[in-house]
């Protein structure tokens, strides 16, 4: 189930339900979109317990301008990245709630099971079905799960996770763009160029060249 994350440009005490639109930046984030804290930030944060949390319909915390920015940067290319990056600078400002609130959105005891089965073979050429196959699940149930904690379906997941792979290696290696695309699990170098080019408006090989001029 996904949570939203208000940031208020604004500094007076109007109620969340009459802030104007143009004055906020709401950022969905879902669990999954967290899961790289790792639990054991989460435990360590967690330490500093003390009572229970008292959970509030929303909680205000203070952003700057370059802030601001930042995350809107941010948004603009990975809405993840984001959620992580906001979430990392509330836990800096107040360690108790957001930790607590982070153990009860994750779950300190959460199985991986699926998910870490997907972080070690998303690199394979399987369609989703082979995937909900090799876990004993429907395709549909596969897809639910994901949505859940995601926030969008596997394939898609799959597909962020395979072009992520592929944007660091055409960054660190001087590996052809068809052995990049073979290696990141798609079915062939105009797979892999043609969805690069939808994502990142331009083709791998320009890509890389620009980014060893730049």
Same mark, same amino acid.
């Given at each position: 189930?996904?949570?939203?994350?208000?940031?208020?440009?604004?500094?007076?005490?109007?109620?969340?339900?009459? $802030?104007?639109?143009?004055?906020?930046?709401? @950022?969905?984030?879902?669990?999954?979109?967290?899961?790289?804290?790792?639990?054991?930030?989460?435990?360590?944060?967690?330490?500093?317990?003390?009572?229970?949390?008292?959970?509030?319909?929303?909680?205000?915390?203070?952003?700057?301008?370059?802030?601001?920015?930042?995350?809107?940067?941010?948004?603009?290319?990975?809405?993840?990245?984001?959620?992580?990056? @906001?979430?990392?600078?509330?836990?800096?400002?107040?360690?108790?709630?957001?930790?607590?609130?982070?153990?009860?959105?994750?779950?300190?005891?959460?199985?991986?099971?699926?998910?870490?089965?997907?972080?070690?073979?998303?690199?394979?050429? $399987?369609?989703?079905?082979?995937?909900?196959?090799?876990?004993?699940?429907?395709?549909?149930?596969?897809?639910?799960?994901?949505?859940?904690?995601?926030?969008?379906?596997?394939?898609? $997941?799959?597909?962020?996770?395979?072009?992520?792979?592929?944007?660091?290696?055409?960054?660190?290696?001087?590996?052809?763009?068809?052995?990049?695309?073979?290696?990141?699990?798609?079915?062939?170098?105009?797979?892999?160029?043609?969805?690069?080019?939808?994502?990142?408006?331009?083709?791998?090989?320009?890509?890389?060249?620009?980014?060893?001029?730049?």
């Amino acid at each position: 189930m996904a949570a939203h994350l208000f940031i208020q440009q604004r500094q007076d005490s109007t109620q969340m339900d009459d $802030w104007p639109k143009e004055d906020c930046i709401i @950022l969905t984030c879902y669990p999954g979109h967290l899961i790289f804290l790792q639990q054991d930030l989460i435990i360590q944060a967690a330490k500093c317990r003390q009572e229970t949390l008292q959970t509030e319909s929303y909680k205000k915390m203070p952003l700057d301008k370059m802030m601001i920015a930042c995350l809107e940067g941010l948004l603009s290319m990975d809405s993840a990245l984001s959620a992580g990056f @906001l979430y990392l600078y509330c836990l800096g400002l107040d360690k108790f709630y957001f930790s607590e609130l982070l153990c009860r959105f994750i779950g300190l005891n959460i199985s991986h099971t699926l998910f870490d089965f997907f972080q070690q073979h998303y690199l394979r050429k $399987w369609p989703v079905s082979r995937y909900a196959r090799e876990l004993g699940l429907s395709s549909h149930k596969l897809n639910a799960l994901f949505s859940e904690r995601y926030g969008l379906p596997a394939k898609k $997941w799959l597909t962020q996770q395979r072009l992520k792979k592929g944007y660091e290696l055409l960054l660190t290696t001087a590996m052809p763009v068809a052995e990049i695309a073979r290696r990141c699990g798609f079915s062939n170098h105009a797979h892999f160029s043609a969805i690069f080019r939808r994502h990142f408006k331009t083709n791998p090989s320009a890509f890389r060249e620009r980014a060893r001029h730049s």
